[in-house]
């Protein structure tokens, strides 16, 4: 836990100051664990979801490569369980942290997170997820684009 909540610090820190270096390391390291064959990094695959709103602020801020950060939401989505994402996506599109572009992201992500769930679970998921979307869409943003 300590390991990840400095990895999503020094990815927080360096997406603030405008710097790619360790923003770029951050999202190498979970991509190269999520790539694995012939599975994922268990390591990785457990704690990725928890990177999900850091990663979208990633391919927002343009510092990271758009087609390192397409792969490792793309991954993401393909590897990790479907709930654990689930929660760290509606934690991230609670939050005023996120930019529009960022926000609409995740939104594609929670997409098609509902699509990898067993259609028979879906609508638990879907039901809380409606009034946190539309809430959150009501509101006037906070974070600057």
């Not at 390391?25 to 190269?32: D, G, H, M």
């Not at 005023?96 to 998921?125: G, N, Q, W, Y």
Request: aromatic share 4%; hydrophobic share 50%.
């Amino acid at each position: 836990a300590e390991l990840v909540a400095l990895a999503r610090a020094a990815l927080q820190s360096s997406l603030s100051a405008g710097e790619a270096k360790v923003a770029c390391e951050v999202v190498s390291a979970i991509l190269a664990g999520l790539s694995e064959k012939p599975r994922a990094v268990t390591f990785t695959k457990e704690q990725a979801p928890e990177f999900v709103a850091d990663l979208v602020a990633a391919e927002a801020s343009g510092l990271v490569p758009l087609e390192d950060c397409e792969r490792v939401l793309d991954l993401l989505v393909d590897t990790c369980k479907a709930r654990e994402l689930y929660t760290f996506l509606i934690e991230a599109l609670c939050s005023d942290d996120l930019c529009s572009s960022a926000r609409v992201r995740s939104i594609h992500l929670l997409r098609a997170t509902f699509l990898r769930m067993d259609v028979e679970k879906r609508h638990l998921f879907l039901g809380s997820a409606l009034p946190v979307m539309l809430k959150k869409s009501l509101m006037p943003g906070t974070s600057k684009e």
